[in-house]
């Protein structure tokens, strides 16, 4: 079961110290929290092919972390949104009409 508290009240229910604690165990283990594991896996995936790279080389964090998101796509006009709606409509209006079409058109079998 996970715990959300909200940030108002970490703030008073945590002591400054203990949230400099918590950001330094951040910044050595990663997030804390089961929505960021990819971080845990970043990590555990840099000590699996440490001992496996040439002298004097290291992982690198980030070439173990997965990307997400990919490249940021243009923004739609609100006018480009609708007429790509009309499009998905018109062509979904057009395979239903298809498929009446080729039902009335089947033999009627006994």
Known sequence: MVYRIPPNRVLD???ESE???LVAYENLYGQLGPER???LFARLGMDVTA?????????KFEDH???WGGKKKRQQ???EMLQTARQMQA????QERAKRRSERQRPFRV
């Open 51 to 59: 001992p496996h790279m040439r002298k004097g080389k290291k992982p």
């Open 37 to 39: 594991l990819d971080t």
């Open 77 to 79: 006009s609100p006018e």
């Open 65 to 67: 972390l997965i990307q």
């Open 91 to 94: 062509r979904f209006d057009a």
């Open 19 to 21: 949230l400099v604690h």
């Open 13 to 15: 229910e945590f002591t």
